[in-house]
């Protein structure tokens, strides 16, 4: 299958620091992203949707603000979490999917980001 | 919003023994994943499901696209250790005006004693 990667793996940060989340698809042109946030024993939360050279789409309750999504290129999107606190600690997953509308989204490995 | 309800919630079995889940929805959906997730990692692809009726399997995996479009079960069947993980149902619809997303169930954590 195709192949998503992220980077870092994990993070640990300072309250009030940013954090830059990479992710990108390596064997195919993603023209959508997608990044999801997923809490400890929970399912995945859909934070944002990315289209490649266009503004995200945000989920309802998601700080666009605090959570920057770019997706400048095919195959490159990046989450930036911006003065982070606490509360912010999660596990981070994006997956990108190619050009037609049905194909199917290919998950990343994850970012680990805790916030001290 | 739409939700999917996936049951269930865990599972402990032995190995070799055959398992089964699945996920029913509020609505329709127009394809149907079946995701293995272990921890600290991404969800992995097992199947994915494009037509209503349709049966489709992956080694020792089958999955079916419920006819009403609104579930789908996956079986499991003799399972061994390394089934170990939480598998994830997710219903997606058609392309355009953000039906696209992918709606995910809660997740049934499997247990395999060897």
Not at chain 2, 38 to 63: C, F, M, Q
Not at chain 2, 73 to 82: C, D, R
Not at chain 2, 90 to 111: I, Y
């Amino acid at each position: 299958g195709a192949v998503v990667s992220q980077h870092p793996s994990w993070v640990i940060c300072k309250s009030g620091t940013s954090v830059k989340i990479e992710c990108r698809s390596l064997d195919f042109q993603a023209t959508t992203m997608f990044w999801y946030r997923q809490f400890p024993k929970q399912s995945l939360m859909l934070m944002a949707t990315s289209n490649e050279g266009s503004k995200a789409t945000y989920e309802q309750g998601v700080e666009k603000d605090k959570f920057l999504i770019n997706h400048a290129s095919l195959t490159l999107s990046t989450l930036t979490v911006t003065s982070a606190h606490p509360e912010d600690s999660s596990f981070y997953i994006c997956s990108a999917r190619g050009r037609r509308g049905t194909d199917t989204q290919y998950f990343g490995p994850g970012t680990r980001l805790t916030v001290l | 919003g739409q939700q999917l309800n996936q049951s269930p919630q865990s599972m402990f079995i032995q190995e070799g023994e055959d398992v089964s889940m699945n996920c029913t929805s509020s609505s329709i959906f127009n394809t149907w994943l079946w995701y293995k997730q272990d921890p600290g990692e991404g969800p992995v692809l097992l199947i994915a499901l494009y037509k209503a009726g349709e049966l489709t399997s992956n080694g020792r995996l089958t999955a079916q696209f419920g006819i009403t479009r609104k579930d789908s079960f996956l079986n499991i069947s003799a399972s061994i250790p390394s089934d170990v993980g939480i598998y994830f149902c997710a219903g997606q619809g058609a392309p355009g005006g953000g039906s696209e997303k992918l709606v995910f169930g809660k997740g049934t954590k499997l247990t395999v004693n060897p």
